[in-house]
């Protein structure tokens, strides 16, 4: 049988079946485009992640995918906000805008949404790569180790920091940016006095780049960030000793690790990566991470605008870079915003009142709290990020917007 | 009790313990209900039952894909949804028949006239789509009663067109004459003569109208009035608007002024002041952003004409064309860095003053046709292939603070846009205005607001229009006022607007009216 005869053709081909992937094929689906989504495991599929979720976020699977069904929900269901921890023991929590938020379990809710959108999922189904032939997208994927064939008018990379088609696309990409390393235990909890409604996060340098750690089902989650090539389990070890000798936590033997790589910095310095031609990159694969590296949020907005711009180029035959570029830009600011200085000093970027919360401590105290962050923030200098945060920054409070000219 | 067990007691107590609220559920965001304003496709379950039962009685269904994909999006070009089929209205016995196959089989209707929604209203998110346009005849006019009969998918200017031969006019319209007859019906319609003659809905004398249940009723306010007083402003749940007398008048050329204001405040107070006080046979408010705010006054006659500059002229702030270029000359003399605005306000003037006074549609300083000058030439330059237009309907008393609420929304989203004001005379108190754009507050007038960015070429994803319209709908909230387009995509704020009382009593009358819940089912409820 010759590849044509072989080939599935679709109007879009999504490679992911997470909230980017799953909000894309909502867009296309409503439009009534042919929408084929990939993914290389079998659905549902595991998910490592905090599964908390921004208002913002929650605002959009409720208005888009309905009321949350309890299946998709871990225990508890709902986080308040954020309480952080400084090593001086102060302790600052902040309540979401929104009121509280869902705590999603990842490998129900990607699907539950999946399904929603009502596109077409092939899983246990691996892309392996893409021709663009400028009219349509020539994508291979295997299936059951046999080869599968499939035609697009565009590709939509959604597939999360696998960074399977933006590997496709732009080859040296995942070599030239930083990865960090996020991991994860579960602990029996035999007394812990951190409050289950929060998710909680430690400003310590000592400790990592970003160490959390929040309840979920009865059980304890401490999880480490660090740069790649350290060593996890040491790590964890470290905080996990912390977490009993200055917080009285008393967790039992650890379960479950899981670690996962993240590619967490482009929406510091405005380094999204957005595709080529007619294949369009989305989601945490473009780069989207919001404070606290929550993604689930920007890839639900993200991914929405993706397939907005797939119709508009069905509808339009305008080029999709263009029309798509365009679009992000909205979602880039609000991304980038929580990031930047300028706007956290001056702006409202975040979902949860930071500097309502400062006001309410005294004034010593919230110089102190000033000083810890400062001091943290110093464990990123050897990314030198500083003056690229610094002049994206100034570009944004002048010219109203990022500067598109730094996207891939 | 050992490690272990403390850690399973924990554990259990962790996951047993009763939540008071659901945090997650659709109102748990700060008490905002939320509703999914994006509706899932329908499953298409007793779908083929119903073709086949369409076509049975003679009922062409299309279900071609293509032909499909032309009606997946409105005029505002933000939702997207795909029917199973289209069927051409062709007269009120062939909808009963659907209507009555569709609450058979459970079949969602979503009927469309000149497809004018902004917010999905006329979008079917599967099920059947209706295209009124098919029933598009004048079919009598009396020039004897001053009422002419028309097919509710008739477009205004076809109507305007048809009464012109016979030297009559529609009351008031909508400014987009390419929405259908039925369609503003359902919604309101606002001109701008409007303040002295209120909105389309009230020009109406009776209605045939097929309920959802397939009945073919006749309708009036002395026949079956219910059913008049709910199909007006009824956003479509109440019944397919078939046919409508409408009342007419005497065709007149109308003669237009325009004064200029560089505060948005006393341009309003001045067309509060105009329409209380009955001083011009049109008036309504066109911005540039608010740097040219222009009250434009009309008239059908020279002796309402001569009593305006006799009585009311020297009482309006506004300046003249000379005067206001003088003074925005000044304005920006004092600020060269916004020379860049300066720039787009003259070449905008530019631009519109021949559109609005077209040679070929002038004789003696007159517009001799305002419904081709206002219909396409304020659509042309305001309006855009997305039409983005979120709007407050409020009282008297609260139409200035809204405004200038509203207009601080859209320079913070918007570097260019416009609004456009207009007043609305109410006929008493009718029971078609409850759950309506007219606001419960409002006494003798109400007065409505779009505010409409000019997106030009820049894109703009729709996150980000529809956080603009939030956060211009999260005004109306905070004080208490309505909306011209509350249904599809903002149906949301239908609970926060109206409140839980009055939603559940239309929503019972729904149920009552549409059993199987299949009429225009993702607009209002």
């Known amino acids: 049988m010759s590849f044509i005869e072989n080939v599935k053709k679709v109007d879009a081909l999504i490679v992911g079946t997470g909230p980017a992937a799953a909000a894309c094929a909502k867009r296309l689906v409503d439009a009534g485009c042919e929408t084929v989504a990939l993914e290389s495991r079998e659905l549902p599929r595991h998910k490592a992640c905090s599964g908390i979720l921004s208002p913002r976020g929650h605002r959009f699977l409720l208005e888009n995918f309905g009321p949350l069904p309890k299946e998709i929900l871990h225990t508890p269901s709902s986080a308040s906000g954020v309480t952080f921890h400084f090593p001086s023991m102060r302790s600052v929590s902040i309540n979401f805008d929104g009121g509280p938020t869902p705590h999603l379990h990842r490998k129900y809710a990607d699907h539950w949404a999946m399904l929603r959108s009502g596109a077409e999922i092939h899983d246990q189904t691996e892309f392996t790569g893409l021709s663009d032939k400028g009219t349509h997208v020539d994508v291979a994927a295997t299936r059951d180790g046999l080869p599968v064939n499939y035609r697009a008018r565009f590709v939509i990379g959604a597939e999360g920091p696998s960074l399977a088609v933006v590997r496709a696309v732009y080859p040296d990409y995942a070599r030239k940016i930083p990865w960090f390393v996020v991991g994860q235990k579960f602990h029996p909890i035999i007394d812990c006095p951190l409050d289950d409604r929060y998710f909680h996060f430690w400003f310590n340098a000592e400790l990592g780049h970003y160490t959390w750690s929040h309840a979920r089902d009865g059980r304890q989650i401490v999880g480490v960030g660090f740069l790649k090539g350290d060593n996890f389990d040491a790590r964890h070890q470290r905080v996990v000793e912390y977490l009993e000798k200055k917080h009285h936590v008393r967790l039992g033997p650890s379960e479950s690790p899981e670690i996962v790589t993240a590619n967490f910095g482009p929406s510091l310095i405005n380094r999204y990566i957005f595709g080529r031609g007619r294949v369009l990159i989305t989601g945490q694969a473009a780069g989207f991470f919001n404070m606290i590296a929550e993604g689930m949020s920007c890839a639900l907005h993200s991914g929405a605008v993706a397939g907005e711009a797939a119709v508009e180029a069905f509808r339009t035959s305008k080029d999709i870079q263009r029309i798509y570029r365009g679009m992000i830009a909205s979602e880039v600011r609000r991304c980038s915003d929580q990031w930047n200085p300028l706007e956290i000093a001056f702006g409202r970027p975040h979902e949860a009142d930071f500097r309502a919360a400062l006001k309410r401590l005294a004034p010593g105290e919230r110089r102190g709290v000033i000083r810890e962050i400062f001091s943290f923030i110093r464990l990123y200098a050897p990314l030198k990020w500083g003056r690229q945060i610094l002049w994206q920054s100034v570009c944004r409070r002048f010219t109203g917007r990022y500067p598109s000219n730094r996207w891939l | 009790m050992k490690g272990s067990d403390i850690s399973a007691f924990a554990a259990a107590a962790r996951v047993s313990s009763p939540a008071a609220i659901d945090h997650v559920a659709p109102d748990s965001l700060k008490g905002i209900p939320r509703r999914q304003t994006n509706p899932a496709r329908w499953n298409g379950k007793g779908w083929n039952e119903f073709v086949t039962a369409l076509r049975a009685r003679n009922i062409e269904v299309c ?80 020039a004897q009663n001053m009422t002419v009969r028309a097919e509710a998918g008739v477009y205004w200017h076809t109507l305007a067109e048809v009464l012109r031969r016979d030297g009559l006019d529609y009351l008031s319209a909508p400014l987009n004459l390419t929405s259908s007859l039925g369609g503003t019906l359902a919604v309101g319609g606002i001109d701008i003569n409007s303040p002295r003659l209120g909105c389309s809905a009230d020009q109406a004398v009776s209605l045939q109208v097929v309920t959802p249940t397939g009945e073919i009723k006749e309708c009036s306010e002395t026949l079956n009035a219910d059913l008049f007083e709910r199909v007006l402003l009824g956003y479509g749940q109440f019944g397919v608007i078939t046919e409508a007398t409408m009342r007419v008048r005497k065709f007149t050329p109308v003669t237009m002024h325009y004064f200029y204001y560089g505060s948005l405040r006393e341009a309003m107070e001045d067309l509060q002041m105009l329409v209380r006080e009955d001083a011009a046979d049109y008036c309504g408010i066109l911005t540039i952003m608010d740097k040219a705010v222009n009250l434009l006054v009309a008239f059908d006659s020279d002796g309402r004409e001569r009593a305006f500059f006799a009585g009311w002229r020297k009482r309006l702030r506004g300046h003249g064309e000379l005067g206001f270029g003088l003074r925005m000359a000044w304005h920006y003399a004092l600020r060269p860095w916004r020379v860049g605005e300066a720039l787009y306000l003259l070449g905008r003037k530019q631009e519109l003053e021949p559109a609005f006074n077209p040679a070929h549609f002038m004789e003696d300083g007159r517009i001799i046709d305002r419904a081709v000058v206002f219909g396409n030439q304020v659509w042309k330059f305001w309006g855009g292939r997305k039409m983005v237009i979120p709007d407050l309907a409020t009282s008297a008393d609260k139409f200035v603070e809204a405004i200038e609420r509203g207009n601080a929304v859209c320079k913070k989203y918007f570097p260019r846009y416009t609004l456009y004001c207009v007043g609305i005379k109410l006929s008493g108190r009718r029971e078609r205005y409850e759950m309506s754009c007219v606001p419960p507050d409002a006494a003798g007038f109400a007065y409505g607001c779009e505010f409409e960015p000019i997106l030009g070429d820049t894109v703009y994803s729709r996150e980000y229009l529809q956080a603009f319209k939030n956060e211009i709908y999260e005004i109306g909230v905070e004080m208490k006022t309505s909306y011209y387009r509350f249904g599809g995509m903002m149906k949301g704020y239908i609970r926060r607007a109206f409140g839980d009382e009055l939603v559940e009593k239309h929503l019972a009358m729904k149920r009552l009216a549409d059993p199987a819940m299949i009429l225009n089912p993702d607009v209002i409820f």
């Open chain 2, 63 to 142: 279900e071609n894909r293509q032909t499909c994909g032309f009606y997946s999006s409105d005029s505002g070009g933000l939702a997207y949804g795909m029917p199973h089929g289209i069927t051409l209205a062709g007269s009120a016995a062939q909808i009963s028949a659907i209507l009555k196959q569709a609450q058979l089989h459970r079949v969602p209707v979503t009927v469309k006239g000149g497809g004018l929604t902004t917010e999905g209203e006329s979008v079917a998110f599967g099920g059947l789509l209706l295209d009124m346009r098919g029933m598009s005849r004048v079919i009598s006019v009396d």
